[in-house]
């Protein structure tokens, strides 16, 4: 049974920095795209960042609003998945999923999604 758990999520002040952490159980994880995404208060669920396997490539990839500011990495010997978040903005505020991706689909936008954890507040105050 595939897992996600995300973890690290809190109250940051707007020019603060979090890292978000997503601990996988249930397949081999080094084997698929990984990533986060983000739902505001009555809104859509956007992409925020993935992470590639190696066998592609092990590259990140970054929504326009985060590039420069936050960074995917992963640890495959321990099944995790972390987004540091820096130089953090009011509109960062929201809940923080993690996904893995379908075998061999890049995990770019939520119909690439297979699994998903419950998701972690992040709230940033100005």
């Known amino acids: 049974q595939v897992q996600l758990v995300e973890s690290g999520g809190g109250l940051v002040q707007a020019g603060g920095s979090l890292r978000l952490s997503c601990a996988a159980s249930?397949?081999?994880?080094?084997?698929?795209?990984m990533g986060w995404f983000r739902q505001a208060p009555g809104k859509e669920r956007d992409f925020v960042a993935a992470?590639?396997?190696?066998?592609?490539?092990?590259?990140?990839y970054y929504a326009d609003s985060v590039k420069g500011r936050f960074s995917i990495s992963r640890d495959s010997t321990r099944d995790t998945v972390y987004l540091q978040m820096n130089d953090m903005k009011p509109e960062d505020t929201a809940v923080y999923y993690c996904?893995?991706?379908?075998?061999?689909?890049?995990?770019?936008?939520?119909?690439?999604?297979?699994?998903w954890g419950r998701g972690t507040q992040v709230t940033v105050s100005s």
């Open positions: 249930g397949r081999t994880f080094r084997n698929y795209y």
């Open positions: 996904a893995t991706g379908r075998f061999g689909t890049a995990l770019l936008t939520i119909d690439a999604a297979d699994y």
């Open positions: 992470i590639a396997p190696s066998w592609s490539g092990g590259g990140g």
